[in-house]
Protein backbone atom coordinates (compact mmCIF):
# COMPACT_ATOMS: atom_id res chain seq x y z
CA UNK A 1 0.00 0.00 0.00
CA UNK A 2 1.20 3.54 -0.97
CA UNK A 3 1.56 5.52 2.03
CA UNK A 4 0.87 9.33 0.93
CA UNK A 5 1.36 12.59 3.11
CA UNK A 6 -0.05 16.26 2.81
CA UNK A 7 1.14 19.00 4.83
CA UNK A 8 -1.58 20.76 7.22
CA UNK A 9 -1.10 24.79 7.60
CA UNK A 10 -3.47 25.60 10.36
CA UNK A 11 -5.09 29.51 10.08
CA UNK A 12 -2.56 32.39 11.04
CA UNK A 13 -3.31 35.71 10.61
CA UNK A 14 0.22 36.78 11.49
CA UNK A 15 0.56 36.46 7.63
CA UNK A 16 3.10 33.63 8.22
CA UNK A 17 2.12 30.27 6.99
CA UNK A 18 2.31 27.36 10.08
CA UNK A 19 2.29 23.93 9.45
CA UNK A 20 1.51 21.22 11.71
CA UNK A 21 4.28 18.57 12.22
CA UNK A 22 3.90 15.04 10.65
CA UNK A 23 5.24 12.65 13.05
CA UNK A 24 6.81 9.17 11.60
CA UNK A 25 6.58 6.41 13.84
CA UNK A 26 8.35 3.56 11.02
CA UNK A 27 11.22 3.13 9.10
CA UNK A 28 8.67 2.68 6.05
CA UNK A 29 6.65 5.32 6.62
CA UNK A 30 9.97 7.57 6.89
CA UNK A 31 11.17 6.32 3.95
CA UNK A 32 7.86 7.06 1.84
CA UNK A 33 7.61 10.80 3.10
CA UNK A 34 11.00 11.30 2.14
CA UNK A 35 10.86 9.71 -1.33
CA UNK A 36 7.68 11.51 -1.87
CA UNK A 37 9.32 14.80 -0.91
CA UNK A 38 12.32 14.08 -3.39
CA UNK A 39 9.97 12.79 -6.41
CA UNK A 40 8.56 16.79 -6.43
CA UNK A 41 11.93 17.75 -6.58
CA UNK A 42 12.40 18.82 -3.24
CA UNK A 43 15.71 18.99 -1.12
CA UNK A 44 15.01 17.38 1.63
CA UNK A 45 17.10 17.96 5.00
CA UNK A 46 17.71 15.56 7.55
CA UNK A 47 18.75 16.47 11.26
CA UNK A 48 19.53 13.70 13.41
CA UNK A 49 19.51 14.24 17.42
CA UNK A 50 18.84 12.15 20.44
CA UNK A 51 16.14 14.56 22.25
CA UNK A 52 16.63 16.95 24.68
CA UNK A 53 16.60 19.55 22.26
CA UNK A 54 17.87 23.00 22.97
CA UNK A 55 18.92 26.13 20.85
CA UNK A 56 21.89 24.12 19.31
CA UNK A 57 19.41 21.44 17.88
CA UNK A 58 17.24 24.23 16.51
CA UNK A 59 20.21 25.80 14.68
CA UNK A 60 20.59 22.97 12.72
CA UNK A 61 16.68 23.09 11.78
CA UNK A 62 17.10 26.63 10.89
CA UNK A 63 20.18 26.05 9.05
CA UNK A 64 18.56 23.01 7.48
CA UNK A 65 15.59 25.28 5.69
CA UNK A 66 18.26 27.57 4.41
CA UNK A 67 19.23 24.61 2.31
CA UNK A 68 15.74 22.68 1.49
CA UNK A 69 12.60 23.00 0.92
CA UNK A 70 11.97 19.90 3.72
CA UNK A 71 13.73 19.38 7.22
CA UNK A 72 12.93 16.09 9.11
CA UNK A 73 14.59 15.91 12.68
CA UNK A 74 14.78 12.75 14.06
CA UNK A 75 14.88 11.94 17.82
CA UNK A 76 16.28 8.01 18.87
CA UNK A 77 18.46 7.65 21.91
CA UNK A 78 20.70 5.14 20.51
CA UNK A 79 22.24 3.02 22.38
CA UNK A 80 24.88 0.73 20.59
CA UNK A 81 26.77 4.68 21.33
CA UNK A 82 26.41 4.34 25.19
CA UNK A 83 28.97 2.02 27.46
CA UNK A 84 27.38 -0.17 29.92
CA UNK A 85 28.76 2.04 32.30
CA UNK A 86 27.23 5.88 30.83
CA UNK A 87 24.38 7.79 31.17
CA UNK A 88 21.86 5.70 28.20
CA UNK A 89 19.26 5.26 31.10
CA UNK A 90 19.53 8.73 32.81
CA UNK A 91 19.96 10.41 29.32
CA UNK A 92 16.72 12.76 29.59
CA UNK A 93 14.14 12.02 27.51
CA UNK A 94 11.62 15.20 26.95
CA UNK A 95 9.60 13.89 23.48
CA UNK A 96 6.51 16.30 24.05
CA UNK A 97 8.17 19.06 24.79
CA UNK A 98 10.99 18.17 21.61
CA UNK A 99 8.16 18.29 19.60
CA UNK A 100 6.67 21.45 20.13
CA UNK A 101 10.26 23.22 19.58
CA UNK A 102 10.64 21.45 16.29
CA UNK A 103 6.92 22.77 15.14
CA UNK A 104 7.74 26.02 16.46
CA UNK A 105 11.04 25.94 14.19
CA UNK A 106 8.84 25.08 11.21
CA UNK A 107 10.47 21.44 10.66
CA UNK A 108 8.50 19.41 8.46
CA UNK A 109 8.05 16.35 9.97
CA UNK A 110 9.88 14.38 13.18
CA UNK A 111 10.72 10.52 12.93
CA UNK A 112 10.37 8.81 16.37
CA UNK A 113 11.10 5.22 15.92
CA UNK A 114 10.95 2.47 18.75
CA UNK A 115 14.24 0.71 19.73
CA UNK A 116 13.12 -2.48 17.84
CA UNK A 117 12.36 -1.13 14.49
CA UNK A 118 16.13 0.47 14.93
CA UNK A 119 17.58 -3.27 16.55
CA UNK A 120 15.27 -5.78 15.64
CA UNK A 121 16.05 -9.03 17.07
CA UNK A 122 18.46 -10.58 15.31
CA UNK A 123 20.70 -7.33 14.29
CA UNK A 124 24.33 -8.16 14.07
CA UNK A 125 25.23 -5.95 11.78
CA UNK A 126 27.52 -2.25 12.26
CA UNK A 127 29.34 0.00 10.65
CA UNK A 128 33.64 0.06 11.26
CA UNK A 129 34.10 3.35 11.98
CA UNK A 130 36.91 5.41 9.71
CA UNK A 131 40.03 6.14 10.97
CA UNK A 132 39.95 9.18 12.16
CA UNK A 133 37.65 7.88 14.63
CA UNK A 134 40.80 5.91 16.32
CA UNK A 135 41.68 8.63 18.61
CA UNK A 136 40.35 11.02 21.05
CA UNK A 137 36.94 9.75 21.84
CA UNK A 138 38.09 6.52 20.32
CA UNK A 139 40.29 5.56 22.98
CA UNK A 140 38.30 6.95 26.05
CA UNK A 141 34.94 5.54 24.66
CA UNK A 142 36.34 2.38 22.41
CA UNK A 143 32.82 1.47 20.65
CA UNK A 144 30.72 5.06 20.84
CA UNK A 145 31.68 5.82 16.82
CA UNK A 146 30.29 2.04 15.91
CA UNK A 147 27.15 3.10 17.34
CA UNK A 148 27.27 6.77 15.79
CA UNK A 149 28.22 5.52 12.68
CA UNK A 150 25.80 2.59 12.38
CA UNK A 151 22.77 4.73 13.35
CA UNK A 152 23.86 7.51 10.96
CA UNK A 153 24.09 4.89 8.18
CA UNK A 154 20.87 3.66 9.43
CA UNK A 155 19.50 7.12 9.32
CA UNK A 156 20.15 7.68 6.28
CA UNK A 157 19.10 4.60 4.78
CA UNK A 158 15.87 5.21 6.12
CA UNK A 159 15.63 9.12 5.35
CA UNK A 160 17.34 9.38 1.97
CA UNK A 161 17.73 13.48 2.32
CA UNK A 162 19.88 15.52 0.24
CA UNK A 163 21.37 17.11 2.82
CA UNK A 164 22.38 16.07 6.57
CA UNK A 165 23.60 18.65 9.22
CA UNK A 166 25.25 18.58 12.42
CA UNK A 167 26.87 20.75 14.76
CA UNK A 168 30.67 21.29 15.18
CA UNK A 169 30.32 21.12 18.73
CA UNK A 170 31.12 17.02 18.39
CA UNK A 171 33.29 17.88 15.99
CA UNK A 172 35.23 14.33 16.02
CA UNK A 173 31.68 13.24 15.45
CA UNK A 174 31.60 15.38 12.24
CA UNK A 175 34.55 14.41 10.96
CA UNK A 176 33.73 10.54 11.13
CA UNK A 177 30.67 11.25 9.31
CA UNK A 178 32.07 13.27 6.45
CA UNK A 179 34.55 10.58 6.51
CA UNK A 180 31.97 7.60 6.09
CA UNK A 181 29.92 9.28 3.48
CA UNK A 182 33.10 10.16 1.75
CA UNK A 183 34.56 6.30 1.66
CA UNK A 184 31.23 4.56 1.29
CA UNK A 185 29.49 7.04 -1.37
CA UNK A 186 26.92 8.01 0.41
CA UNK A 187 24.70 10.53 -1.85
CA UNK A 188 24.21 12.65 1.31
CA UNK A 189 25.71 16.33 1.42
CA UNK A 190 27.04 16.59 4.95
CA UNK A 191 26.47 20.29 6.28
CA UNK A 192 28.68 21.39 9.25
CA UNK A 193 27.16 24.38 11.52
CA UNK A 194 28.92 26.40 14.05
CA UNK A 195 28.79 25.57 17.85
CA UNK A 196 26.06 27.29 19.80
CA UNK A 197 27.00 29.18 23.27
CA UNK A 198 25.63 30.82 26.10
CA UNK A 199 26.27 34.44 26.77
CA UNK A 200 29.01 33.51 29.22
CA UNK A 201 30.84 30.99 26.30
CA UNK A 202 29.58 27.21 27.88
CA UNK A 203 28.63 24.89 24.59
CA UNK A 204 25.21 24.15 24.60
CA UNK A 205 24.89 20.50 25.36
CA UNK A 206 21.88 18.33 26.50
CA UNK A 207 24.04 17.27 29.35
CA UNK A 208 24.10 20.62 30.76
CA UNK A 209 21.12 20.39 32.92
CA UNK A 210 22.97 17.77 34.79
CA UNK A 211 24.93 20.10 36.21
CA UNK A 212 24.34 22.40 39.71
CA UNK A 213 25.18 26.29 39.66
CA UNK A 214 28.75 25.73 40.83
CA UNK A 215 29.90 23.13 38.67
CA UNK A 216 28.40 25.04 35.93
CA UNK A 217 30.51 27.56 36.77
CA UNK A 218 33.59 25.34 36.62
CA UNK A 219 32.21 24.08 33.08
CA UNK A 220 33.07 27.38 32.03
CA UNK A 221 36.98 26.89 32.38
CA UNK A 222 36.35 24.55 29.34
CA UNK A 223 35.65 27.47 27.23
CA UNK A 224 37.62 29.84 28.30
CA UNK A 225 40.31 27.80 28.06
CA UNK A 226 40.16 27.08 24.45
CA UNK A 227 39.72 30.89 23.64
CA UNK A 228 42.75 31.53 25.59
CA UNK A 229 44.53 28.97 24.30
CA UNK A 230 43.38 30.91 20.65
CA UNK A 231 44.78 34.04 22.08
CA UNK A 232 48.29 32.75 22.49
CA UNK A 233 48.13 31.62 19.07
CA UNK A 234 47.80 34.39 17.61
CA UNK A 235 50.14 36.30 19.93
CA UNK A 236 52.54 33.91 18.47
CA UNK A 237 53.01 30.76 20.63
CA UNK A 238 53.38 27.53 17.86
CA UNK A 239 54.74 24.87 20.15
CA UNK A 240 51.82 22.62 20.56
CA UNK A 241 53.64 20.80 23.60
CA UNK A 242 53.71 24.04 25.53
CA UNK A 243 49.95 25.17 24.64
CA UNK A 244 48.85 21.94 25.37
CA UNK A 245 50.58 22.15 29.02
CA UNK A 246 48.55 25.78 29.24
CA UNK A 247 45.62 24.37 28.50
CA UNK A 248 46.13 21.47 31.80
CA UNK A 249 46.94 24.25 33.64
CA UNK A 250 43.90 26.24 33.31
CA UNK A 251 41.59 23.17 33.55
CA UNK A 252 42.90 22.75 37.01
CA UNK A 253 42.07 25.94 38.02
CA UNK A 254 45.65 26.98 37.97
CA UNK A 255 46.24 25.41 41.50
CA UNK A 256 42.87 26.31 42.85
CA UNK A 257 40.77 23.22 43.23
CA UNK A 258 37.43 25.34 43.97
CA UNK A 259 37.98 26.38 40.02
CA UNK A 260 39.76 22.74 38.58
CA UNK A 261 37.26 19.64 36.65
CA UNK A 262 37.41 16.78 38.46
CA UNK A 263 38.96 15.05 35.38
CA UNK A 264 40.81 15.62 31.78
CA UNK A 265 40.29 12.39 29.54
CA UNK A 266 42.01 15.12 26.93
CA UNK A 267 42.60 18.52 26.19
CA UNK A 268 45.11 18.74 22.93
CA UNK A 269 45.58 19.87 19.65
CA UNK A 270 45.54 18.24 16.64
CA UNK A 271 45.03 18.30 12.67
CA UNK A 272 41.96 19.88 11.63
CA UNK A 273 41.37 17.01 9.52
CA UNK A 274 42.82 13.95 9.80
CA UNK A 275 43.03 14.79 14.06
CA UNK A 276 46.49 12.99 13.83
CA UNK A 277 48.88 14.68 16.34
CA UNK A 278 50.94 17.92 15.25
CA UNK A 279 54.06 19.61 16.51
CA UNK A 280 53.84 23.70 15.93
CA UNK A 281 50.73 25.67 14.60
CA UNK A 282 51.65 25.80 10.94
CA UNK A 283 48.35 25.45 9.32
CA UNK A 284 44.57 24.08 10.00
CA UNK A 285 44.42 22.87 13.36
CA UNK A 286 41.43 21.85 16.40
CA UNK A 287 42.29 22.26 19.70
CA UNK A 288 39.23 19.75 21.70
CA UNK A 289 38.70 19.24 25.29
CA UNK A 290 36.79 15.86 26.91
CA UNK A 291 36.46 16.65 30.93
CA UNK A 292 34.82 15.73 33.62
CA UNK A 293 33.08 18.28 36.60
CA UNK A 294 31.48 16.34 38.70
CA UNK A 295 29.74 13.36 37.29
CA UNK A 296 28.85 14.71 34.14
CA UNK A 297 31.53 14.57 30.80
CA UNK A 298 31.72 17.31 29.16
CA UNK A 299 33.45 17.82 25.31
CA UNK A 300 34.04 21.17 23.27
CA UNK A 301 36.49 22.61 20.81
CA UNK A 302 37.60 25.30 18.56
CA UNK A 303 38.89 25.75 15.27
CA UNK A 304 42.11 27.50 15.30
Do not use: W
Not at 34 to 60: D, N, Y
Not at 254 to 280: E, H, N, W
Amino acid sequence: MKLTYAFRYAENKSGQSTRNMDRLSTPEAAREYVLSARGKGQRVGIVPTMGALHQGHLSLVAESQKHCDVTIATIFVNPTQFAPHEDLQKYPRTLEQDCELLQSQGAAAVFVPESSMIYPPGFSTYVQPPAVAASLEGEFRPDHFRGVATIVMKLFQILPGTHAFFGRKDYQQLKVIEAMVRDLNVGIDVVACDTVREPDGLALSSRNRYLDPEQRQIALQISRTLQNTQRRIQAGEKDVETLQHQMHLELLGDGDAAKSVDKIDYATIVDADSLTPIRQIDGPAVALIAAFVGPTRLIDNLLL
